[in-house]
């Protein structure tokens, strides 16, 4: 079920008046309906995936007592380890096993063999590297003593299945939620407004932002080698605003719907296209799964090699990222997408800027300083280089897009077919709308956080200019570019 | 060493490593308490903290501590 459609709108507004006026917020019978509304969200788009997610949500749940009941750390490391074995290999049978068969039948063939392999025909079971990675952390924690196991399975399995989260993040850690899910919940005015606002928000960078933009950047992608350099240059760039408003538009909506159940879950981005260098960019994307792949990836690694200086912190980090590339998926690209980012890291450790906390200095207009603007141009530069890699179907077209930018046609006026023209234009000023509301409310925790702004009439004008855009210029619902990772 | 003097003798290598004159440890302070105390500046405390004292910790103690007060325990106990 996709958030901005008329069955999710019904869900919804069903799920809100059982759960405040029927139950009368008993939180435990609202966790009941909160667990039976996850799965049913979960099973509406495929039942036959649902069956996997109950049963790793009971294994985790046994394994997280046994790891909480065990004395000795030779036995809590054992469930532990089964727990990691599962959680990875599931993740590898269900993304990656055809991506290793035919990279090894590719591999044999370039020295001479023939092989007989074959490729399985495998359903991706929607949301699994996003509930693994919180099952993993789960088990990892309570490995390391960071908390206390669950005794409660309602509100455990409530929060690896949490409906709002479950296909695209924010990846919550089980002492975000599952604290939330077993303290007392009543309707909570502000919150709820704040949610419905933020969703607006979401909406608009999804439907309006992303899907005009999308409209543009496929056709581009499509037919890559009829249009100029210069043609093909805005399209990366305009890839990289459409990926922030999908993405972010979703994370939103999630966290938004959330909040009008009372719950406050991870925030995931704050404001990456703001960012003055590429640790700063990671810090700022994404954020659930960068922490995450910090606290479970890059720190083991630096722990481990920690009396190497910074070489071991260069290749904690470079293997780190290869790890996130290849989280979005089962190709080259990602994974060349992950190097990239690992290496760009290499000039920041080196110089020791790596750690130190960026700080925007702004002019008396509020605009940013010359020296800190030309560091965000940069790395909006590096971003939308890392981000063809990203969106090329093969390396081979990543190369040939790159060799395309880089011909004479670079310096003719960017140009697309027919009404697509248009719609470039539209999708312009949307991104300057977008990125003009985020910058103003840049220490805020979305764009549209604009409950402090004195004129109430204003606020409201706000709010209905961006229904409206919703309402005459929102694409029809089309999926999230999330829901394939 | 007594609890005291390992507190004084780490909280000074922190104001070094971190650069930071105004840092004071207590047992439950936490990386959201020190400016400048995060995953990479973790690593490089712990290795000189590990000279320091001339110990060598495990990882599984480095990624278990919850606040400095765990941190001592460690050094204590070796």
Same mark, same amino acid.
């Given at each position: 079920?996709?958030?901005?459609?008329?069955?999710?709108?019904?869900?919804?507004?069903?799920?809100?008046?059982?759960?405040?006026?029927?139950?009368?917020?008993?939180?435990?019978?609202?966790?009941?309906?909160?667990?039976?509304?996850?799965?049913?969200?979960?099973?509406?788009?495929?039942?036959?995936?649902?069956?996997?997610?109950?049963?790793?949500?009971?294994?985790?749940?046994?394994?997280?007592?046994?790891?909480?009941?065990?004395?000795?750390?030779?036995?809590?490391?054992?469930?532990?380890?089964?727990?990691?074995?599962?959680?990875?290999?599931?993740?590898?049978?269900?993304?990656?096993?055809?991506?290793?068969?035919?990279?090894? *039948?590719?591999?044999?063939?370039?020295?001479?063999?023939?092989?007989?392999?074959?490729?399985?025909?495998?359903?991706?079971?929607?949301?699994?590297?996003?509930?693994?990675?919180?099952?993993?952390?789960?088990?990892?924690?309570?490995?390391?003593?960071?908390?206390?196991?669950?005794?409660?399975?309602?509100?455990?399995?409530?929060?690896?299945?949490?409906?709002?989260?479950?296909?695209?993040?924010?990846?919550?850690?089980?002492?975000?939620?599952?604290?939330?899910?077993?303290?007392?919940?009543?309707?909570?005015?502000?919150?709820?407004?704040?949610?419905?606002?933020?969703?607006?928000?979401?909406?608009?960078?999804? !439907?309006?932002?992303?899907?005009?933009?999308?409209?543009?950047?496929?056709?581009?992608?499509?037919?890559?080698?009829?249009?100029?350099?210069?043609?093909?240059?805005?399209? *990366?760039?305009?890839?990289?605003?459409? !990926?922030?408003?999908?993405?972010?538009?979703?994370?939103?909506?999630?966290?938004?719907?959330?909040?009008?159940?009372?719950?406050?879950?991870?925030?995931?981005?704050?404001?990456?296209?703001?960012?003055?260098?590429?640790?700063?960019?990671?810090?700022?994307?994404?954020?659930?799964?960068?922490?995450?792949?910090?606290?479970?990836?890059? !720190?083991?690694?630096?722990?481990?090699?920690?009396?190497?200086?910074?070489?071991?912190?260069?290749? *904690?980090?470079?293997?780190?990222?290869?790890?996130?590339?290849?989280?979005?998926?089962?190709?080259?690209?990602? =994974?060349?997408?992950?190097?990239?980012?690992?290496?760009?890291?290499?000039?920041?450790?080196?110089?020791?800027?790596?750690?130190?906390?960026?700080?925007?200095?702004?002019?008396?207009?509020?605009?940013?300083?010359?020296?800190?603007?030309?560091? !965000?141009?940069?790395?909006?530069?590096?971003?939308?280089?890392?981000?063809?890699?990203?969106?090329?179907?093969?390396?081979?077209?990543?190369?040939?897009?790159?060799?395309?930018?880089?011909?004479?046609?670079?310096?003719?006026?960017?140009?697309?077919?027919?009404?697509?023209?248009?719609?470039?234009?539209?999708?312009?000023?949307?991104?300057?709308?977008?990125?003009?509301?985020?910058?103003?409310?840049?220490?805020?925790?979305?764009?549209?956080?604009?409950?402090?702004?004195?004129?109430?009439? =204003?606020?409201?004008?706000?709010?209905?200019?961006?229904?409206?855009?919703?309402?005459?210029?929102?694409?029809?619902?089309?999926?999230?570019?999330?829901?394939?990772? | 060493?007594?609890?005291?003097?390992?507190? =004084?003798?780490?909280?000074?290598?922190?104001?070094?490593?971190?650069?930071?004159?105004?840092?004071?440890?207590?047992?439950?302070?936490?990386?959201?308490?020190?400016?400048?105390?995060?995953?990479?500046?973790?690593?490089?405390?712990?290795?000189?903290?590990?000279?320091?004292?001339?110990?060598?910790?495990?990882?599984?103690?480095?990624?278990?501590?919850?606040?400095?007060?765990?941190?001592?325990?460690?050094?204590?106990?070796?």
């Amino acid at each position: 079920m996709i958030f901005n459609t008329f069955p999710f709108l019904l869900f919804i507004i069903a799920i809100f008046c059982l759960y405040y006026f029927v139950l009368n917020e008993n939180t435990k019978r609202q966790n009941i309906l909160l667990l039976i509304a996850n799965y049913f969200f979960y099973g509406w788009a495929n039942w036959r995936i649902l069956p996997l997610l109950i049963i790793t949500t009971i294994l985790y749940y046994f394994l997280g007592l046994k790891i909480e009941k065990s004395k000795e750390d030779k036995k809590k490391n054992i469930y532990t380890t089964i727990g990691v074995l599962f959680g990875v290999g599931s993740l590898a049978y269900f993304k990656y096993s055809n991506f290793f068969i035919t990279s090894f *039948a590719q591999l044999f063939k370039s020295i001479g063999l023939q092989t007989n392999l074959h490729t399985f025909d495998i359903i991706l079971p929607l949301g699994i590297s996003f509930y693994t990675f919180r099952l993993l952390s789960y088990v990892i924690d309570l490995n390391r003593g960071k908390y206390e196991v669950t005794t409660d399975f309602v509100a455990f399995a409530t929060y690896v299945a949490f409906f709002p989260c479950i296909l695209s993040g924010p990846i919550d850690r089980p002492n975000t939620l599952i604290p939330q899910l077993t303290s007392k919940r009543i309707f909570n005015y502000d919150l709820a407004i704040d949610g419905f606002r933020q969703i607006l928000w979401g909406l608009f960078k999804k !439907m309006v932002v992303a899907d005009n933009i999308a409209v543009v950047t496929n056709e581009i992608w499509e037919n890559y080698s009829l249009f100029s350099g210069s043609t093909l240059l805005l399209g *990366a760039i305009l890839y990289v605003f459409q !990926m922030y408003a999908d993405f972010s538009g979703y994370s939103d909506m999630a966290i938004g719907i959330a909040k009008i159940l009372g719950f406050k879950v991870t925030v995931n981005f704050k404001y990456p296209l703001f960012a003055q260098n590429i640790a700063d960019y990671w810090r700022r994307w994404h954020i659930s799964l960068t922490s995450w792949l910090t606290d479970y990836v890059f !720190m083991p690694l630096n722990v481990r090699w920690r009396d190497w200086g910074n070489i071991g912190i260069i290749f *904690a980090i470079v293997t780190n990222f290869v790890l996130c590339g290849l989280w979005h998926g089962a190709n080259w690209t990602f =994974a060349l997408f992950g190097l990239y980012h690992g290496l760009l890291f290499i000039p920041l450790i080196l110089s020791g800027t790596f750690a130190k906390k960026t700080k925007i200095h702004l002019t008396k207009s509020g605009m940013p300083k010359i020296k800190d603007f030309g560091k !965000m141009v940069v790395t909006f530069i590096l971003v939308t280089f890392g981000l063809i890699i990203f969106r090329a179907k093969s390396i081979n077209q990543f190369i040939d897009y790159i060799k395309h930018i880089c011909s004479s046609s670079i310096l003719r006026i960017p140009k697309v077919i027919g009404y697509n023209n248009v719609t470039m234009i539209f999708s312009i000023v949307f991104i300057i709308m977008m990125i003009t509301l985020e910058w103003l409310n840049k220490d805020k925790e979305y764009g549209l956080n604009i409950s402090s702004m004195k004129y109430r009439f =204003a606020r409201y004008s706000i709010y209905l200019f961006l229904f409206i855009l919703v309402y005459y210029f929102g694409a029809d619902a089309s999926s999230f570019i999330y829901f394939k990772f | 060493m007594d609890r005291e003097k390992i507190i =004084a003798k780490v909280q000074e290598i922190f104001k070094d490593i971190l650069d930071e004159e105004e840092i004071e440890l207590k047992d439950n302070t936490t990386a959201n308490d020190v400016d400048n105390w995060d995953s990479l500046t973790h690593i490089l405390l712990v290795v000189a903290i590990e000279k320091a004292f001339k110990i060598k910790f495990t990882s599984k103690e480095i990624l278990s501590w919850k606040n400095v007060g765990e941190m001592i325990d460690s050094i204590q106990a070796k």
